[in-house]
């Protein structure tokens, strides 16, 4: 595996450097589409629909459209927001990992240590791992703010980003509304209908039937000498970063931040006490 991205976990004031790697990968067989009566590639051309003339990668830039009007947006325009100048990721809070909705998971990332020393990523693994906590994170990646989740697997800390809140849609459904009636039989009997497919889920024992046909109808293919002679070239992109910062001291910086954390909650709770003796003291000298 090659690394997408460097940067720190900063939770507090413990630092703990990262190098960021794609968890998944997609299997499917790449197909493209050809010219049907001589097998020529048909590819795509960026064409200005106002000069019909074939437009460099390097001239385009991007537009928002609101149906009456466009607002172009130029590499300075989007090079000027706030997107990737932090390799922090930094972590908002920890939570039950049970509120981590499984509909907001979206891409998967993991993250191996990028210090001289494990010693800090070992303790947030197992810190997680002890109060059954994921940590909700945010950072910046390929342009874009993102909001994840940080979760351990195995002995890897997994980070997955999250969809926002604006992007899961409502699920609302007029006939889930209607009084439906459920005897105690065929609860009965659908409960036993789970238990007769019950099972451990073991994610090995499924396979992607169709690209396997697929493959083997390419391969049968090229056997019988159904085939052009053709040349593709493909880039390989990656984004190294800058290395993340040592912990110094790990111990020190625990200190620090449970102690600023404590301190932190001591002066919101002073404030919230001294309020009612404000209210008293207004109150006896109007009397």
């Known amino acids: 595996m090659r690394s997408i991205w460097k940067g720190a976990v900063a939770f507090g004031l413990v ?24 097998g020529g590639r048909i590819r795509y051309q960026r064409v200005c629909e106002l000069d019909g003339e074939v ?17 172009v947006l130029t ?6 927001l706030p997107a990737e100048k932090s390799r922090e990721i930094s972590v908002v809070e920890f939570v039950p990992s049970d509120q981590v909705d499984l509909l907001t998971l979206d891409k998967a990332y993991y993250l191996e240590p990028d210090s001289s020393s494990p010693k800090a990523y070992v303790l947030l693994r197992r810190t997680l791992e ?22 351990v697997r195995g002995d890897v800390l997994v980070l997955q980003t999250l969809l926002w809140a604006d992007e899961v849609r409502e699920a609302s459904f007029p006939s889930l509304d209607e009084d439906v009636k459920i005897s105690a039989k065929e609860l009965e009997l659908s ?34 000498g159904e085939s052009v002679d053709t040349s593709a070239t493909f880039g390989e992109e990656g984004d190294e970063g800058k290395d993340g910062g040592e912990v110094i001291d790990l111990m020190a910086a625990l200190r620090a931040s449970v102690e600023r954390s404590r301190a932190s909650k001591k002066d919101a709770s002073s404030k919230s006490d001294d309020k009612p003796a404000a209210k008293r003291k207004k109150s006896s000298k109007a009397s």
């Open 191 to 224: 409960a036993a209908l789970v238990d007769s497919f019950s099972s451990d889920f073991d994610p090995t024992e499924f396979r992607d039937e169709y690209q396997e046909q697929l493959r083997t109808l390419i391969e049968a293919k090229l056997e019988k």
């Open 130 to 151: 002890q109060t059954d906590r994921t940590a909700i994170v945010q950072f910046s990646l390929r342009q874009k703010t993102r909001l994840a989740a940080l979760r």
């Open 75 to 80: 590499k300075e325009d989007l090079e000027s």
């Open 15 to 38: 630092n703990v450097p990262v190098k960021v790697y794609s968890a998944t990968e997609d299997h499917d067989v790449s197909l493209h589409q050809v010219h049907a009566a001589d």
């Open 55 to 71: 437009v460099p990668y390097a001239d385009i830039d991007r537009a928002y459209d609101d149906g009456d009007r466009t607002v």
